[in-house]
């Protein structure tokens, strides 16, 4: 099993709604990340969790709410999200920290709508 | 500050040509190196990395060459196939590090 396995596929969320993104993988990768991803912009990284701990924030508004229940789990709660948020928020996975091995699997991502 | 720059934005090539997608980075600190593959409405795709230690690799159709004097890689893709068409992004982290930075992305189309 080499997915990374991302729901829902769409959401639309009103400015405010609690959601959640789910994530979840089987790889027995212990890092798993949080991407954003605008229309003709790079993936830009908002969280990642080494070993079910939060390692890097990248100064990301308190709106969006990261955990990670257990290894193969990481979701990511939204809360009075505005419109410029839309986004495709990508999750992904990698083996280890450093970079022999940092090859990470991405998810298709969820395509976020907030009205 | 855009640390990984790839300063094509799209790129068309004829199928069984070679294409070479380039990339830029401005960060020394960089050591690892990798390209990701894009269709719409999908997420990233690994395709291949490279070390600092090494200024080439190899796997199948894909070749990736790192000049780090130049800070400068590239990706070659020989012959390209119309599956190759999507849009390529280039990567770049450092030891110890879990966070990629990404290109800006570069839009191949393979022309039948």
């Known amino acids: 099993d080499t997915e990374v396995t991302q729901t829902p596929k769409h959401l639309v969320m009103g400015m405010t709604n609690k959601k959640s993104l789910k994530c979840e993988q089987h790889m027995g990768h212990r890092a798993m990340y949080w991407y954003k991803q605008k229309a003709k912009k790079p993936p830009e990284l908002m969280f990642v969790?080494?070993?079910?701990?939060?390692?890097i924030n990248e100064s990301v508004p308190s709106r969006f709410s990261p955990e990670c229940p257990n290894s193969s789990l990481l979701n990511l709660h939204l809360h009075a999200l505005q419109p410029e948020d839309s986004a495709l928020y990508l999750c992904?996975?990698?083996?280890?920290?450093?970079?022999?091995?940092?090859?990470?699997?991405f998810g298709q991502g969820t395509r976020l709508t907030v009205v | 500050d855009q640390q990984v720059k790839q300063n094509s934005p799209s790129l068309s090539v004829q199928e069984g040509r070679i294409s070479i997608l380039n990339c830029d980075y401005t960060?020394?600190?960089?050591?690892?190196f990798l390209w990701y593959k894009k269709y719409p409405a999908e997420g990233p795709t690994f395709l291949i990395s490279?070390?600092?230690?090494?200024d080439k690799n190899e796997d199948g159709r894909f070749t990736v060459f790192l000049n780090k004097s130049a800070k400068h890689l590239s990706l070659h893709i020989v012959p390209s196939q119309p599956g190759d068409s999507a849009v390529y992004f280039c990567?770049?982290?450092?030891?110890?590090?879990?966070?990629?930075?990404f290109g800006t992305g570069t839009r191949l189309t393979i022309i039948p």
């Open positions: 960060n020394s600190m960089f050591d690892y």
């Open positions: 490279i070390s600092s230690i090494k």
């Open positions: 992904a996975s990698s083996h280890s920290q450093g970079p022999w091995g940092t090859e990470a699997f």
């Open positions: 969790y080494s070993y079910e701990k939060l390692s």
């Open positions: 990567a770049a982290t450092n030891f110890g590090n879990e966070k990629l930075t």
